[in-house]
Structures are given as structure tokens and as C-alpha cells.
């Protein structure tokens, strides 16, 4: 038993002294080591490595691309426009134990990184209109800010690899008073489509009204000249007929009368000589009809 106890208790200790000898260094790390503090080794490469128990120790920083999202700032363009910038700094360590020197952590690098990138987005707007950071042009004004602002996080141990705008925007107050004279704006042109529409429309409708006048007077014109037409051939026809027998035109028009006069059913009192119903009062015709039966009985 006195055996495996101190079997046991070498182990532990071979783990312990192990341990504190033998460390790690994985691919997405990079580490310093410190010996009483002071940096005396860096290691940048992936792999197993050796140090002196309880007399060093590590350090380790990220070795993958580390992001930095600044809160929003103001900033003046060159044509005096106040804008509102959003940006994120994309950036690693280069240089561990400068950047152990320099800044320490990685929330003082992200404090130093936002300085220097603030500083460098004022002075870059300030030499840009306005349009311009909202056009295309952006992209190239984000060039120039990260190359500038490259050289002076080289001193930190720090490579920027690039810097962009998330969101530019006007203050909030400037902001409604754009939005109000857009407004305006839109109006504007709104009312100036509508005042152009409705000249159109006026033309339009003076077109067509004298269309239909000239269409009107042109179809009253030829209706008139057929009537007139039809009236002279009516007149021609009834002429003719007239010439034929009189007599008979006349009684055959006098029928028509009635039949549009009389109604059954209709009383009428009339006096005995009215022209009108001579035909059914004076039997006119009717000494015609029995000379004519007569005669026909004769030639029998």
C-alpha cells in the first residue's frame, strides 16, 4: 500500500511538473512568455513547446481576425453637412509582445484602434461633400482611412485589415428638416404633374366637345337632307296617287283618320253635316256601289 501511495503521489507530481514544463500553442493562438514579468520569449507557430516550471509563465492572444464596433459619431463634411457615422475595424495581432508593450489587453487595443480610426474618418470627411460619402465613393474614402490608419496601429503591434461603414445618417434634428423639405419637394412635383395632367385634360376634353359638335352638326345636316328627301319623294308618291282617284285617296286617308280617332267603346256627338265623318253618314259611296252591282246585273 506504502507503494501505490508514493507510485500515486509521483504521478501527481510528474502531472504537476508537466504541466508547468510542456504548453500548447494551437492555430488560433499565438503566446509571450514572461519570466518574472518580463517578456523573454514569442511564439507565433502552432505546436508543443517547453518552459521553466513556476519561474515563467504565459500569455496568450488571439491569432484570428478580431472585430471592433465603435458606437456611432458625428462628423462635418466639407460642405458643412453633419453626418452620423457608424464604422467597425476589422483587425489581428501582428506584433504580440509590441502589442503586450503597447496596450496590454484587447479592451485597451480596441480603445487605442477606435482613437485612431475616429481620427482619421474626421480628417478624411472633412476633405469630402457630402454626396460623396453617400455614393459609390465611399468605398474608396474607407480605403484611404484604413491605409492611414494602418500606419499608426503598426505602433500598437496591430494590422487593420479593413474598415466600414455599417450606417451613415443625419442627425436626428437635420434629419426632419431634410425629410420636411423632400416632403416639399414631392409636393411639388406632384402638384406641378397635376396642374400638367389637367392642362391635358382640358385640351383633351375641348378636342373631343368639338368633335362631337362637328359629328353632330355634320349627322343633323345629312338627317335633314334625307328627310327632306323622303318628304319630297312621299310627296311625289302622294301625288301620284292622288292623281290616280282622288276620291278614293281621300276615303282611304279619312280610314286611317279613324282608325287612330276611335277607340271602341268611344261615344262621340258630332253634327249631322261634319266632314269629317261624312263618309260614315252621307253614304256617299254607296249609290257608286249599287250602280256598279247594277250594272253588272244588266250585262248578265
Given at each position: ?36 514579468g518580463n517578456p523573454i520569449r514569442t511564439i507565433q507557430n502552432p505546436g ?253
Amino acid at each position: 500500500m506504502r507503494i501505490l501511495r508514493v507510485l500515486i503521489i509521483i504521478l501527481i507530481a510528474a502531472g504537476i511538473l508537466a504541466s508547468q514544463v510542456f504548453f500548447i500553442v494551437d492555430e488560433t493562438n499565438q503566446a509571450i512568455v514572461l519570466q518574472f514579468g518580463n517578456p523573454i520569449r514569442t511564439i507565433q507557430n502552432p505546436g508543443l513547446y517547453t518552459k521553466i516550471p513556476f519561474i515563467q509563465n504565459l500569455i496568450f492572444f488571439e491569432k484570428r481576425i478580431l472585430s471592433s464596433d465603435a458606437p456611432p459619431q458625428e462628423y462635418l463634411t466639407t460642405d458643412k453637412k453633419r453626418l452620423v457615422v457608424d464604422h467597425v475595424t476589422r483587425w489581428r495581432i501582428d506584433e504580440p509582445l509590441l502589442y503586450f508593450q503597447a496596450v496590454g489587453t484587447e479592451a485597451g487595443a480596441r480603445a487605442r484602434l477606435d482613437d485612431i480610426v475616429f481620427s482619421e474618418l474626421r480628417e478624411e470627411l472633412a476633405k469630402v461633400d457630402f454626396v460623396e460619402v453617400i455614393s459609390r465613393e465611399r468605398e474608396n474614402i474607407m480605403e484611404r482611412v484604413a491605409e492611414s490608419a494602418e500606419e499608426k496601429a503598426r505602433e500598437f503591434g496591430i494590422d487593420i485589415v479593413d474598415v466600414r461603414v455599417k450606417r451613415a445618417d443625419l442627425p436626428v434634428e437635420v434629419e426632419e428638416s431634410v425629410y420636411q423639405r423632400m416632403q416639399a419637394e414631392r409636393q411639388r412635383e406632384s402638384s406641378l404633374f397635376r396642374a400638367e395632367g389637367e392642362e391635358q385634360a382640358v385640351i383633351l376634353r375641348a378636342q373631343a366637345d368639338r368633335e362631337r359638335t362637328v359629328v353632330l352638326a355634320e349627322g343633323y345636316a345629312e338627317a335633314q337632307r334625307l328627310r327632306g328627301e323622303g318628304e319630297a319623294l312621299a310627296i311625289k308618291i302622294y301625288a301620284a296617287a292622288l292623281e290616280q282617284d282622288p276620291e278614293f285617296y281621300a276615303f282611304i286617308r279619312r280610314l286611317e283618320a279613324y282608325k287612330i280617332t276611335l277607340k271602341d267603346g268611344d261615344s262621340i256627338v258630332i253634327p249631322v253635316d261634319s266632314d269629317f265623318f261624312r263618309y260614315l253618314t252621307s253614304g256617299a259611296l254607296v249609290p257608286a256601289f249599287g250602280e256598279q252591282e247594277a250594272a253588272g246585273e244588266a250585262g248578265e
